[in-house]
DNA sequence: GTTCGCCTGTAGAACGTTGCACAAACCCCG
DNA sequence: CGGGGTTTGTGCAACGTTCTACAGGCGAAC
């Protein structure tokens, strides 16, 4: 099935039929009538493949770290939804929080030709990502700074950050331990998630008049838990922690619970991404919201833009939300803790 | 950079490149190495639309209903793990559950000349699957039935659900209720993992001389939270509810929360599928473990060996197993209830 | 009635691979 | 040293699309 036949169906001429299949100029509405009949009546499809050789694919890749990520997934659901009922198919890969992996993956869309490059959280040079956006369009999700050959879409992680340190304070904590993540070898002005809750952190506290405290593990189940046990275990043990990452808060939940620590009543603690976990019932995670589906969905339209033939480079920054919920509370013995 | 560049750098013609690139038959060693090391050298990397043109992609498609469903993602990290080190690359499209929008999907995906399809949990007329695993090698996952074109990689379900049972009558329960799902409008000699349970199910509890209760509404955490609280309402409420799903069982939990009923004390409450939320402590839910990382290396190598030429079909079954936490336990007043 | 410009539609040359068909070189054996 | 077979390397025709360049027709304006 191959746009000669539909040519022949059609009795036009094989240019013609892939002048209507693009919407390009030049297309009288009968010959468009009866070229759209043939291709139904036939059931034709384009080649992605042939198409590639030429012209668009019609391919947008998403390069997530991982689909345990609940935020990532949620920002790829976002970006299929938006691209719904346009002629872009997602497609998605995982690469691993390896620079060497996420190097492979993204070569392996290129590869494919894809139109289009949606990098969630890349633990990358930022120069490479400045390099591969010359040839297509790339927009980064949680990457901070300002590039200027790519779009970028974050959450106002600084401010999320700041946002629960302001909850916790008010509620009359001052030992605040905040767990973080070592910051990637290829951070320098760009930064990623972690790196700007710290700073937000670190910010926040510091205009409290608090000096910020951080136990730098790994954004884990595991790497919170240790990183509670060992602020447990100091003379002064913190009245909160506040875990860079909702997974991470999972840990520090479970290590409360093995040093027999009521939460929120020892020990507040407190998350950040808000995953469908934090929600339910029996977890009732206090934590920070950054939509997800909405980042997805502002990636697709900065991409479409883009192919569309914009130029100048866009950032776009989800405002953070604060979510309340059942493990914060006020310090034991009161706001004066 | 093209496969010509190469071949001009090393001095053979294109054709011999091509060879050393698909491993082809009568490649000198020599001539072996003086391409490898042209590829190297230029950074060549061949250009996949081109070779959809010819011959293949080494690419796999995968898809998925969603991405917020653990299994799902558990077995694309599976497939992706198990193809790292082969030239195949794997990418995952999200279709959901309407049949209209996982057509599309696949059709995206054969668009795009993959050279293999997993197809996970698929609502879809079985006689359009073996339609099309006439053109490219087909793997089902948790697709119950003996499909003759395509191979298939399935929980032994009814197994599983058996096992649930069994456990929850020997703590002494008599009064148990599944929840499960309306069976999908495309099932009939073949069968999805709800209906496989719910088979289970029945047959275990006929096995045991107890008549089994169903109640259908949905695998989420909002249809398992209506279905507890329809069984809670009754005249003789169940002393253990079997959730079909894990996120089901998560509704049911919430449901007995809300209704002051401790668990396991009051009721006994099981899931099935092993989902992460269910391992953290606070939550500690009684389940099934199907281990959806083998499942999709499993897919992996299905695939890799009808590519390889194998064409009589293979279903594999990965055997469940019986995960005990704190959720269930004996029935309130002991074994005698 | 000629000229000019616009509008439709077409021919055909890419695009970068693959793999068949074939040629050349080589080896072994009688 | 001739003949057969095998091994190694090459030429070239696809594959299905896009899009430039161009031809022909038609209408308006003079």
Redesign the pocket.
Known sequence: ???????AAA?????????V??G?????????NRVTAAIEELG????T???A????TYTIGVVLVELASPFQTEVAQGISDELDNTPYQDIIVTAGTSPKRQKASIEALLDRQVDGLVLVAPWLDTTWIEEIAKTVPVVTVALHGSPTTFDSVVDDERLGARLMVDHLVTAGHRRIVHTSMPPGESEGVFVLSHTARRQGFEQAMRHHGLEPDIIETWYSEEGGHRAALEAFARPEPPTAIFAGADVAALGVLRAAEEQGLRVPEDVSVAGYDNIYISTIRRVSLTTVDQSGHRTGEKCARLLLERIGGRTEPKQFVVAPKLVTRRTSGPPPGGAEA
């Open positions: 099935m191959r746009i000669q036949d539909v040519a009795g036009v001429s094989v240019s013609a039929v892939s002048k299949l693009r390009a100029y030049g297309v009288s509405p009968q010959m468009r034709y499809r384009p080649h493949g042939a198409r050789m030429r012209g668009r």
